[in-house]
């Protein structure tokens, strides 16, 4: 696993030594000699850890490390402290100032690449979401305002003995819970595998064997692969934390076990997988813009023209292409708010008398799309003349005002291999006899209607200038 480190120190004969190991095992390495180059090098180069020295002059690791999480374009960035200092309260102090990991000179190499493997995990899987996100936003997809860190207090899962309780800290501090609960038998209401909680702290016995295989069965499951877990193990058990790393661990702390410590381990652990679920979430809620009707919440034509293709290379598809009449008198004389209103309800009748495998989408303006994958021609028809009689059955009471409405539909009924452009243009030339007829009426397409303009896709996405149609 091959990635950007950068390393900081004062001492040169240290940051030469860490440059060997790193590049022996085949890292990029980039190196800085005070906490200025190590901000300036940070956003320059995005490493993708940077092992940070404590002591140095000016400006020390805990500042660099401070500004470093501060700052929106380096914050997702692990850091681990690097120190000859062995005072319990340092390592605290590092960890509050919001580094992942705190490690003693002289630095042992097996455990360095163990925790640099387990970090880099973590930020490939936050990197691939951020990406993903960064890339719905630039399509001008703004992702919602961020939740309150103390929206919803941590739950933690225990497995054996428990470790201490959290002392309560003070009201401005975050977060301000915990639970801590025994491991299940044979599953229950605190089997982390139903994805309720936020850490899994694994305590490690004298063997270590079967909390470990607990370790790899949390990373092997769909609900619990980022729950972050956190091992506590004895000075001797070296060995067993190193593979916990290997199998999937987070981070691990020492018995006998200082409070203040577990809880900014605690902490960094849950404020990472905070951050991993929001861009999750701001990812989730891009996607789902990007394929929705903000006016109706139908699907758009870009979806429902994806979905068609893929329908289309394995089945056939009827497609109903509906167009509201006369639409452009309900906007002179009502207004445009009236207008918006009734495709609403167009939208609201049309999901009543479809089937949830059907798709139905705005297509653009006052048309809609209704894909219906494997339907027999009979069948197309029955539903086609259903939707028309649901939208003229009653009129659409709009602003205290009864109104009424009917569509048009043009239908195709596609075989296997036809291509999106070819359907749809059989489907609207339909729609355009149904018009000429006398609308509020059904019409089907005929085999000379289905030609392909050649388009590539991507253009069909645009929606089309406006039809010189009858309305």
Known sequence: MTARILVVDDIAANLRLLEAKLLNEYYEVALAASGPEALATAGRWSPDVI????????????????????????AHMPVVMITALVDPA?????????????????????TLFARLRALLRVKQVQDAWRLRSDTARDLGFEPPPEPSPASRAPASWCSRNPPPRRRRS?????????????PPIGGGPADPGRG??????LCLPGEGGDVLRLASRLRAQGATRDLPVLLVADANQRGLVLRGFDLGANDHVLRPIDPNELRARARNQIRRKRYQERLRADLDRSLEMAVTDPLTGLRNRRYVRRHLDGVLRGTDAAVLLLDVDRFKSINDNYGHPAGDAALREVANRLKMHLRAADVVARYGGEEFMVVLAGAPTDYANAVAERLCASLSATHFEIAGVLLPVTASIGLAVAPPGTSVNAAVAAADAALYRA????????????????????????????PPPPRLRAG
């Open 51 to 74: 092992l940070l020295d404590v002591m140095m002059p000016g400006m020390d690791g805990y500042e660099v490390c401070e500004r470093l999480k501060a700052s929106s374009a380096t």
């Open 435 to 462: 018009k000429e007829a006398g609308r509020n009426r059904v019409v089907q397409a005929i085999a000379a209607e289905f030609v392909d303009d050649g388009l590539p896709d991507q253009l069909q996405d645009v």
């Open 170 to 182: 003070p009201p401005s501090s975050a977060p301000t819970a915990w639970r801590c609960r025994p």
């Open 90 to 110: 340092e390592r605290v102090r590092g960890l509050e100032a919001g580094a992942d990991d705190f490690l003693s000179k002289p630095v042992d190499d097996a």
């Open 196 to 201: 309720q909680f936020d850490l899994a702290v």
